[in-house]
């Protein structure tokens, strides 16, 4: 069974930065298309970064600049850095496969940016 954990989430200032993690078990994801998401209370979750097994990436225009996704293929990690935050970045951020078919959701890391 096929599992996504996200961490690294928390509260933070306009301007600060975090690190997103996402471990993937029980699929090997290198062959894959990764993505980062988001979503807010009323709203569709959004692609906001992909990365494909080559390392090619995809930005949203929203985050283009701010945001970079990378991945480990050895530790089947993907990771998100999150720079110069602003408040509607505040979400939660889920990782899946891009386009997000097949694999269950996990639970998601909630970020959150506010003075």
């Known amino acids: 069974q096929v599992q996504l954990v996200e961490s690294g989430g928390g509260l933070v200032q306009p301007g600060g930065s975090l690190r997103l993690s996402c471990a993937a078990s029980?699929?090997?994801?290198?062959?894959?298309?990764m993505g980062w998401y988001r979503q807010v209370p009323g709203k569709q979750r959004e692609l906001v970064a992909a990365?494909?097994?080559?390392?090619?990436?995809n930005y949203a225009d929203s985050v283009k600049g701010r945001l970079t996704i990378s991945r480990d293929n050895a530790k089947n990690t993907v990771y998100l850095q999150m720079n110069s935050l602003k408040p509607e970045d505040t979400a939660v951020y889920y990782c899946?496969?891009?386009?997000?078919?097949?694999?269950?959701w996990g639970q998601g890391t909630q970020v959150t940016v506010s003075s």
């Open positions: 899946n496969l891009n386009p997000a078919i097949g694999v269950a």
């Open positions: 029980g699929i090997i994801f290198s062959p894959y298309t």
């Open positions: 990365i494909t097994s080559g390392g090619s990436t």
